[in-house]
């Protein structure tokens, strides 16, 4: 991992497991545009946001309670000259029990400040993580993007 790679963390009042089903359950959390299934080692999913952007992972790491990886194996980005920024970048969970609680800690591998999408990938990033996964793992409602609609700056 690069420094400058884009990275967050929160922490949330439930356990390891409990944390890990909640990320691997992207569609309450991301968005609800999503085809695919986003549960097991190799899965496949995609999610688009309108003509704005559209990515595939496919899950390349997967341990219960500890860690989840995806590889973005392919990307369009309609907002930058580069519209495939995205991928061969990793996307990745680590989960650690802090007594009592759990810490998520979240990281994009190549979101870097030289890429274009920085800015507003990052800050699309950090909503998602400190507003809608942190709302589904303590209260079980996550603020997905809803099916089909695009919020503007929204990845």
Same mark, same amino acid.
């Given at each position: +991992?690069? +420094?400058?790679?884009?990275? =967050? +963390?929160? =922490?949330?009042?439930? &356990?390891p497991? $409990?944390a890990? $089903? /909640? @990320?691997?359950?992207?569609?309450k959390?991301?968005? #609800?545009?999503?085809?695919?299934? =986003?549960?097991?080692?190799?899965?496949?999913?995609?999610?688009?946001?309108?003509?704005?952007h559209y990515? %595939?992972q496919k899950? $390349?790491? @997967?341990?219960?309670? %500890?860690?989840?990886?995806?590889?973005?194996? $392919?990307?369009?980005? /309609?907002?930058?000259?580069?519209?495939?920024?995205?991928t061969? =970048? *990793?996307?990745?969970? #680590?989960?650690?029990?802090k007594?009592g609680?759990?810490?998520? !800690?979240? +990281?994009? @591998?190549?979101?870097?400040?030289?890429?274009?999408c920085?800015?507003?990938? /990052?800050?699309?990033? &950090?909503?998602?993580i400190? !507003? /809608?996964?942190? &709302?589904?793992?303590?209260?079980? !409602?996550? !603020?997905?993007?809803?099916?089909?609609?695009? &919020?503007?700056g *929204?990845?």
């Amino acid at each position: +991992m690069n +420094m400058q790679d884009y990275q =967050t +963390m929160i =922490t949330v009042i439930a &356990s390891p497991f $409990e944390a890990f $089903e /909640s @990320i691997n359950n992207v569609k309450k959390w991301w968005t #609800e545009n999503l085809e695919g299934n =986003t549960h097991n080692l190799n899965d496949e999913f995609t999610v688009q946001f309108g003509d704005v952007h559209y990515s %595939k992972q496919k899950i $390349e790491e @997967i341990i219960p309670g %500890k860690k989840v990886v995806w590889l973005v194996t $392919e990307s369009k980005l /309609s907002f930058v000259a580069n519209k495939q920024e995205w991928t061969n =970048t *990793k996307v990745i969970f #680590e989960i650690e029990d802090k007594g009592g609680q759990t810490q998520i !800690q979240f +990281m994009h @591998i190549g979101l870097v400040p030289a890429t274009e999408c920085f800015d507003a990938c /990052s800050n699309a990033w &950090s909503q998602y993580i400190h !507003q /809608s996964l942190l &709302s589904l793992v303590n209260t079980g !409602q996550g !603020q997905p993007t809803r099916k089909d609609v695009v &919020s503007p700056g *929204k990845i």
